[in-house]
């Protein structure tokens, strides 16, 4: 085994975790070829094979070996990972303490008893708690800069794992929101200015700003406005001409907590928005899972 490194383990397992070799060498930013290499070399050192051979060609589906030695590498990653993570709260000026970011969309809208739960899973350890917007939150995570991260959205890096907590829907809010399109929440139908909420998962952004280019001008021909903090959100919903597009637990907990009158409703079609508890790759092994999912998020 002394031949198998950590590079070796996580070409293996981004195989069988892909189900495709082209996709696992994209993931770890390798070759193909240089893939099939470090497969091959993993093959003789342990003198079998691991993958189902069609003739001689390797197919992805694991031999029973393969089944086997593919949870072992996965337990020697986890603990791996975890050791990592010590290594990183040694000296060095560095605190104990663990740290969990929240996306600004979100930060408000937090149930205490999510967090109060999420905070005695850690056996009286401080967690600090800082709100951070969504793509700098991401590059902390990569950088395994920090211990956990509320985020909305897939982030596509094999350095995190992500925990699915829950589904939100992005909305249409404003003074009154029904009367901002031929068709209550369908942007391909609206009749008055909408700006976007910033800091929401780009793959949902984009799915607005298509929607938003097919309805009538001027949305078509000129770019969407961006909205940045809460502070502009709240004065753009005192106005009965434009609209905002947001996450339903931020216009919520706006509602909630302000005078400012306003509508939402969802925007049809829906989009949808998962909101997950980002880890560092191997970290989420250590949490009672059930618990996050079981006590509401919002």
Known sequence: MTNISIKKIRVFLAAVEEKSFTRAALRENISQP???????????????????RQGNTRKS?????????AETFSQIM????????????????????????????YADAISPDWLAAFFA???GDHINVRVLDRAGIIELLKER??????????????????????QTNLQLAAYDAKALSTEPGHLEGLNADVVLYHDIDPTGLQRVKAALRKS????SSTDVKIL????????????????????APLAQKIAAT???????????????????????????????QSILRDISLF
């Open 34 to 52: 240089a893939a099939s290499i470090i497969i091959n070399q993993i093959e003789e050192e342990l003198n079998t094979e691991l993958f189902m």
């Open 61 to 69: 589906q694991l031999t029973p070996i393969g089944v086997e030695v």
């Open 78 to 105: 986890i603990s791996y990972n975890s050791e990592i993570e010590k290594a990183y709260n040694i000296p060095l000026g560095k605190t104990k303490a663990k740290e969990l970011l929240i996306q600004s969309a």
């Open 121 to 123: 899973m850690h056996n």
């Open 145 to 166: 800069k920090t211990n956990y991260a509320i985020v909305d959205g897939a982030i596509e890096d094999s350095r995190v794992e992500q925990i699915t907590l829950l």
């Open 216 to 219: 009538p001008a001027p949305f």
């Open 228 to 247: 940045q903090g809460q502070a502009a959100l709240i004065s753009v919903l005192t106005s009965s001409e434009r609209g905002v597009v947001l996450p």
């Open 258 to 288: 302000n005078e400012t009158r306003f509508d939402s409703i969802d925007i049809q079609p829906t989009i949808g928005l998962d909101v997950t508890l980002a880890l560092p790759w191997g970290a989420g092994s250590r949490l009672d």
